[in-house]
């Protein structure tokens, strides 16, 4: 059974960081890849950053490009999203995502910008 469990969210000002964790299970996690997306109120999900099985290959969503790190670690079986600077508009629910077979999503934590 796939479960994907977040963590990590939270309030914090403008300029502030957060890190968001991923403890990932039920299926073979160093063989898949792994991505973060996230939701704000009133709007569609939107993917946000993509890390290959062995963390080689990284992909951003320009808005966190220079901002947001994705990492992974394949021994724990956690992926992890730093974000600093973050901004009023990088308020959202967040939530890792992988797909065996079909598309998993964790329950999501809420990350929450403001002054």
């Known amino acids: 059974q796939v479960r994907l469990l977040e963590s990590g969210g939270g309030s914090v000002q403008p300029g502030g960081s957060l890190r968001l964790s991923c403890a990932a299970s039920?299926?073979?996690?160093?063989?898949?890849?792994m991505n973060w997306y996230r939701q704000a109120p009133g709007k569609e999900r939107e993917w946000g950053a993509g890390?290959?099985?062995?963390?080689?290959?990284?992909d951003y969503a320009d808005y966190a490009k220079g901002r947001f790190t994705i990492s992974r670690d394949n021994v724990h079986n956690m992926l992890y999203l730093q974000m600093n600077n973050l901004k009023p508009e990088d308020t959202a629910v967040y939530y890792c995502t992988v797909y065996v077979v079909t598309d998993y999503w964790g329950q999501g934590t809420q990350v929450t910008v403001s002054s």
């Open positions: 890390i290959s099985p062995t963390g080689e290959d990284i």
């Open positions: 039920g299926f073979g996690f160093r063989n898949h890849a």
